[in-house]
């Protein structure tokens, strides 16, 4: 049974306002699959699309397991 909107008024605490946000917003994504991010502002400008951010973390993941593997062939050669 759902409830009427006097109860669920009362339910919410004060500082909570929703009055701004928009129902549904990001329920594409969702429905997709897609693994959704938020990035800072700052970061927008060097990575402007997914394309570049995906670039950009293969490339970090590539070097940590080349750093990973460097690492753990130093310590078994010890």
């Known amino acids: 049974m759902a409830k009427n909107n006097s109860t669920v008024e009362s339910d919410m605490?004060?500082?909570y306002d929703f009055s701004g946000?928009?129902?549904g917003k990001y329920a594409g994504h969702y429905s997709?699959?897609?693994n959704l991010v938020v990035i800072?502002?700052?970061?927008v400008?060097?990575?402007p699309d997914s394309k570049?951010?995906?670039?950009?973390l293969r490339l970090l993941a590539d070097?940590?397991?080349k750093q990973t593997r460097r690492s753990s062939r130093q310590?078994?050669?010890k």
């Open 45 to 47: 400008k060097v990575f």
């Open 52 to 56: 570049s951010v995906n670039e950009a």
């Open 40 to 43: 800072e502002p700052d970061l």
């Open 75 to 77: 310590a078994s050669s």
């Open 21 to 23: 946000g928009i129902r």
């Open 13 to 15: 605490r004060p500082e």
């Open 32 to 34: 997709h699959g897609t």
């Open 63 to 65: 070097l940590a397991k």
